[in-house]
């Protein structure tokens, strides 16, 4: 059994790597009617010469015509005949790279500081992502430093989620429910820019200016369950925005964002860390700063659905 997988292991390794480039192959997949590994690794086998990442339509049809046989020989689909065994192949190796599932939407409701009802739609934290909050890794150190481990860090979350009456409530009402974590850092520690899970490429600087305080706005796009999402991260209350940094700076892991501070809430030194998934065709760079927390061009997410694990 072992010569078996030994063979097979680096036609998986190369039937992944097709996939990731092909999609003639993806078409041909789901065309073809043979399965895509069987296909691929017969016309591996066959020595055939390295793959452009579009194959031929002639190389197709070679690589069907030699795996025919196989496919006649009883093997059932997804299982490679390997000496008169069936060798099971890797299950859906083309969504090795497609990300987390998709977060679903939601509506709750809040009364506001007006008594009034509010309705908004949020997202809520997946069952697959832990509660824990400390399990995430944040902007800033979070405790990283600490001799004891056990500095608190997030002293709010988020509440979107839950009933009214287990939502936060500010003084005289002036902020219900929270959609974000509140992290609490010294006046002046760096904030840095952190890649989200499944994020492709750096992120992009969308906005810098007032808004919760002195804050900065990046979006950042995801790969969620094979397609792609983009998200803003908004950083709030900081002491001041790093240096140079504006609209359509990249950012990449551990660039500096700004320094927590208190701006927009007054003695109360932290960090106002959101994430907003945006709504489909919205272009957040060509939004007033007051519009890309406005409901009809983001959704607010748990901050636990993008953040890294640590
Ligand atoms: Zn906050």
């Known amino acids: ?54 194959l031929a339509a002639a190389t197709l049809r070679r690589a069907r015509a030699a795996i025919e046989p196989l496919a006649q020989a009883g093997c059932p689909r997804g299982t490679l005949p390997d000496n008169g065994a069936c060798v099971r192949l890797p ?21 506001d500081r007006l008594g009034r009802w509010v309705v908004y739609d949020e997202i809520p934290r997946r069952p697959d992502r832990t509660a ?10 979070c405790g990283a430093g600490a001799t004891d481990g056990t500095r608190p860090c997030v002293v709010s979350g988020y509440d979107l989620d839950r009933s009214d009456d287990r939502q936060r409530h500010g003084q005289r009402l002036r902020q219900v429910g929270h959609g974000a974590v509140d992290l609490v850092e010294p006046r002046g520690t ?14 992009e600087v969308i906005y810098v200016g007032p808004l919760f305080g002195t804050t900065v706005v990046t979006r950042h796009t995801l790969r969620e369950g094979g397609r792609l999402r983009d998200y803003l991260l908004i950083f709030g209350h900081l002491d001041a925005p790093a240096p140079g940094l504006q609209q359509g700076s990249p950012l990449r892991e551990g660039d500096l964002v700004g320094f927590v501070g208190d701006t927009g809430s007054p003695d109360i030194v932290h960090l106002h860390l959101e994430a907003r998934r945006l709504r489909d065709g919205v272009d957040p760079a060509k939004l007033a700063p007051s519009r890309l927390i406005d409901g009809t061009n983001t959704v607010v997410c748990d901050p636990r659905n993008v953040l890294p694990l640590r």
């Open 1 to 54: 059994m072992k010569a078996v997988l030994s063979t097979v292991a680096p036609a998986r390794a190369r039937v992944r790597s097709l996939l990731r480039t092909s999609s003639a192959l993806r078409w041909f997949q789901s065309n073809a009617g043979v399965p895509l590994a069987l296909t691929l690794t017969a016309a591996l086998s066959l020595g055939s010469p390295p793959v452009e990442p579009v």
């Open 91 to 111: 299950v859906a190796a083309e969504d090795e790279d497609d990300g987390q599932p998709e977060a679903e939407s939601s509506t709750n409701t809040h009364r």
């Open 132 to 141: 824990d909050y400390d399990a995430y890794r944040y902007p800033v150190p």
């Open 190 to 203: 760096p904030v840095t820019s952190v890649a989200l899970e499944h994020q492709q490429g750096d992120a």
